[in-house]
Protein backbone atom coordinates (compact mmCIF):
# COMPACT_ATOMS: atom_id res chain seq x y z
CA UNK A 1 0.00 0.00 0.00
CA UNK A 2 1.29 3.34 -0.56
CA UNK A 3 1.89 6.02 1.95
CA UNK A 4 0.88 9.97 1.66
CA UNK A 5 4.58 10.29 0.17
CA UNK A 6 4.19 8.74 -2.83
CA UNK A 7 5.35 9.95 -6.39
CA UNK A 8 2.00 10.08 -7.27
CA UNK A 9 0.53 12.37 -4.37
CA UNK A 10 3.20 14.84 -4.32
CA UNK A 11 2.40 15.13 -8.20
CA UNK A 12 -1.03 15.62 -7.55
CA UNK A 13 -0.28 18.67 -4.82
CA UNK A 14 2.03 20.17 -7.79
CA UNK A 15 -0.95 20.40 -9.49
CA UNK A 16 -3.00 21.50 -7.56
CA UNK A 17 -0.79 24.46 -5.95
CA UNK A 18 -0.39 25.36 -10.31
CA UNK A 19 -4.38 25.23 -10.15
CA UNK A 20 -4.48 22.22 -13.05
CA UNK A 21 -7.48 20.77 -11.15
CA UNK A 22 -8.46 18.25 -13.69
CA UNK A 23 -4.51 16.59 -13.54
CA UNK A 24 -4.76 16.86 -9.76
CA UNK A 25 -7.95 14.75 -9.35
CA UNK A 26 -6.71 12.43 -11.93
CA UNK A 27 -4.00 11.45 -10.28
CA UNK A 28 -6.17 11.35 -6.53
CA UNK A 29 -8.85 9.06 -8.43
CA UNK A 30 -6.47 6.49 -8.66
CA UNK A 31 -4.92 7.16 -5.20
CA UNK A 32 -8.45 6.72 -3.78
CA UNK A 33 -9.34 3.66 -5.34
CA UNK A 34 -6.00 2.43 -3.28
CA UNK A 35 -6.52 3.94 -0.14
CA UNK A 36 -10.38 3.46 1.56
CA UNK A 37 -11.95 6.39 3.13
CA UNK A 38 -11.92 5.84 6.67
CA UNK A 39 -8.08 5.58 6.61
CA UNK A 40 -6.19 8.70 7.42
CA UNK A 41 -4.35 8.46 3.67
CA UNK A 42 -7.51 7.61 1.87
CA UNK A 43 -9.03 10.91 4.28
CA UNK A 44 -6.38 13.49 3.20
CA UNK A 45 -6.99 12.38 -0.29
CA UNK A 46 -10.57 12.97 -0.06
CA UNK A 47 -9.83 16.32 1.14
CA UNK A 48 -7.52 17.29 -1.45
CA UNK A 49 -10.36 16.04 -3.99
CA UNK A 50 -12.36 18.21 -2.48
CA UNK A 51 -10.32 21.05 -2.51
CA UNK A 52 -9.91 20.32 -6.33
CA UNK A 53 -13.51 20.14 -7.15
CA UNK A 54 -13.96 23.46 -5.18
CA UNK A 55 -11.68 24.94 -8.22
CA UNK A 56 -13.37 24.07 -10.47
CA UNK A 57 -16.93 24.81 -9.72
CA UNK A 58 -18.04 20.94 -9.06
CA UNK A 59 -19.85 22.82 -5.34
CA UNK A 60 -22.03 19.01 -5.10
CA UNK A 61 -19.05 16.56 -5.51
CA UNK A 62 -17.24 18.15 -3.13
CA UNK A 63 -20.54 18.73 -0.50
CA UNK A 64 -21.12 15.23 -1.07
CA UNK A 65 -17.67 14.17 -0.18
CA UNK A 66 -17.50 16.69 2.80
CA UNK A 67 -20.37 14.64 4.15
CA UNK A 68 -18.94 11.82 3.87
CA UNK A 69 -15.77 12.71 5.74
CA UNK A 70 -17.28 14.31 8.89
CA UNK A 71 -18.23 10.76 9.96
CA UNK A 72 -14.39 9.12 9.72
CA UNK A 73 -12.32 8.82 13.02
CA UNK A 74 -9.76 11.47 12.53
CA UNK A 75 -10.80 14.42 14.26
CA UNK A 76 -8.71 16.95 12.43
CA UNK A 77 -10.35 15.89 8.84
CA UNK A 78 -13.82 15.85 10.64
CA UNK A 79 -13.61 19.41 11.62
CA UNK A 80 -11.87 20.82 8.24
CA UNK A 81 -14.37 18.66 6.65
CA UNK A 82 -17.58 20.82 8.81
CA UNK A 83 -15.72 24.03 8.21
CA UNK A 84 -16.05 23.83 4.02
CA UNK A 85 -19.18 22.35 4.34
CA UNK A 86 -20.83 25.83 6.27
CA UNK A 87 -18.26 27.41 3.51
CA UNK A 88 -19.57 25.50 0.07
CA UNK A 89 -23.71 25.37 1.69
CA UNK A 90 -23.47 29.50 2.22
CA UNK A 91 -25.47 31.76 -0.07
CA UNK A 92 -23.85 33.42 -2.80
CA UNK A 93 -23.53 37.17 -1.96
CA UNK A 94 -23.87 39.63 -5.48
CA UNK A 95 -20.51 41.32 -5.65
CA UNK A 96 -20.64 44.50 -6.52
CA UNK A 97 -19.37 45.73 -9.86
CA UNK A 98 -16.71 48.32 -8.07
CA UNK A 99 -15.23 44.95 -7.05
CA UNK A 100 -14.41 43.55 -10.43
CA UNK A 101 -12.87 44.82 -13.91
CA UNK A 102 -14.51 44.61 -16.79
CA UNK A 103 -12.50 43.99 -19.63
CA UNK A 104 -14.36 45.02 -23.12
CA UNK A 105 -14.85 42.36 -25.93
CA UNK A 106 -12.18 43.42 -28.78
CA UNK A 107 -13.19 42.14 -32.23
CA UNK A 108 -10.15 42.35 -34.15
CA UNK A 109 -11.77 41.03 -37.62
CA UNK A 110 -14.09 43.97 -37.67
CA UNK A 111 -13.53 47.67 -38.08
CA UNK A 112 -14.34 48.48 -34.78
CA UNK A 113 -11.13 48.89 -33.81
CA UNK A 114 -9.60 50.91 -36.29
CA UNK A 115 -12.56 53.06 -35.78
CA UNK A 116 -12.25 53.71 -32.23
CA UNK A 117 -8.45 54.74 -32.82
CA UNK A 118 -9.54 57.01 -35.41
CA UNK A 119 -11.59 58.33 -33.01
CA UNK A 120 -9.35 58.84 -30.09
CA UNK A 121 -7.05 60.64 -32.28
CA UNK A 122 -10.13 63.26 -32.50
CA UNK A 123 -10.25 63.80 -29.38
CA UNK A 124 -8.08 66.78 -28.35
CA UNK A 125 -6.15 66.36 -24.98
CA UNK A 126 -6.75 68.82 -21.96
CA UNK A 127 -4.63 71.57 -21.74
CA UNK A 128 -3.67 73.02 -18.65
CA UNK A 129 -3.36 76.42 -17.78
CA UNK A 130 0.36 77.73 -17.33
CA UNK A 131 0.20 80.63 -14.71
CA UNK A 132 2.72 83.26 -14.85
CA UNK A 133 5.60 83.48 -12.28
CA UNK A 134 4.62 85.61 -9.13
CA UNK A 135 8.85 87.13 -8.79
CA UNK A 136 11.31 86.18 -6.53
CA UNK A 137 11.15 84.61 -3.42
CA UNK A 138 12.00 87.64 -0.59
CA UNK A 139 13.22 86.61 2.65
CA UNK A 140 11.33 88.43 5.63
CA UNK A 141 12.17 91.96 6.78
CA UNK A 142 13.94 92.84 10.12
CA UNK A 143 10.27 93.57 11.30
CA UNK A 144 9.09 90.52 11.52
CA UNK A 145 11.94 88.83 13.27
CA UNK A 146 11.15 91.52 15.80
CA UNK A 147 7.50 90.49 16.38
CA UNK A 148 8.31 87.67 16.53
CA UNK A 149 10.95 87.75 19.29
CA UNK A 150 8.46 89.66 20.91
CA UNK A 151 5.43 87.27 20.87
CA UNK A 152 7.84 84.34 22.25
CA UNK A 153 8.87 86.44 25.08
CA UNK A 154 5.38 87.91 25.54
CA UNK A 155 4.54 84.22 25.73
CA UNK A 156 7.19 82.65 27.97
CA UNK A 157 6.23 85.90 30.51
CA UNK A 158 2.45 85.28 30.50
CA UNK A 159 2.99 81.22 30.89
CA UNK A 160 5.73 81.46 33.45
CA UNK A 161 3.26 83.04 35.98
Not at 52 to 68: L, N, P, R
Not at 130 to 145: E, L, R, V
Request: aromatic letters at 8%; glycine letters at 4%; one cysteine or more.
Amino acid sequence: MRMLGSPEFIDAEKAMGRGDYRQCLLLLEELSKQHPESSQEGARIRMLMVTAWMGQGHETKAIKTCKQLTKVSDPEIRQEAKQLISILEAPSLPRPESWSIKIPNIDFESNKWSDHSKREKRIKPKVTPSYPPTGTTKAFDMGFATAFMLLIFVLIIFLSL
